[in-house]
Structures are given as C-alpha cells and as structure tokens.
C-alpha cells in the first residue's frame, strides 16, 4: 500500500523560510509527475508546483521566485523550498504523486500545515 508522508511544516514569521518533504512508502510504478498543492481555510485546494519525470517544473504564478521544487536523490521524494514566505502562504500543504495514464493513480498526502505570521 503506498502512503505519501509529508514533513517540514510548521510556523514561521513573515519573510522566513520552510522546506518541505514527501516521502512515499511501498512500490509506485511509472511516476510522471510529483508536486505540491496547497488549500488554505473555506478555499480550494490549488497547485503550487509541480516536477516532471523528465525534470521539468512549473510554479503557480502566486510562488513564483519564492518557492522550488526539487526531487530527492532517493526515488519518490519530493521537496519544496519556501522563502520569502508571506501570510497569504498560510494553508495546508498536500503532496502528490501521479503515475503515467497506463497505470492511472493518483496519490495524495495527508498534509502539513503552514502557518505564516505578520
């Protein structure tokens, strides 16, 4: 059974920095892609980036120059760098890693929660 664990949350000032961690346990097959989403109270749960198999990112425009994402040299991490973090960035954060069509999965964490202060 595969479980994504997400790490690294917590509470910081406005300004500060975070790294986030995934880490997934158990087999998963053909990953295509491994990003971060993120949903704040009463909000929709949006993307914030996400990393190709082939190494390719893309970056919500809200993180952009702020936040990286990055892959682990050990298979199935994923890490996101946070830095000039202001109070909007406040939200749950969720790890995903989704496989090729061929396989069709998508796997999601259970979240860790960012608190940015003013």
Known sequence: QVQ???SGGGLVQAGG???LSCAASGSIFSINAMGWYRQAPGKQRDLVAFIT?????????FVKGRFTISRGNVNNTVYLQMNSLKPEDTAVYYC???T???YGMNYWGKGTLVTVSS
């Open 17 to 19: 920095s975070l790294r």
């Open 100 to 102: 090729s069509p061929y």
């Open 53 to 61: 198999s082939g190494g390719s990112t893309n970056y919500a425009d």
């Open 4 to 6: 994504l664990v997400e």
């Open 96 to 98: 995903n890693f989704r």
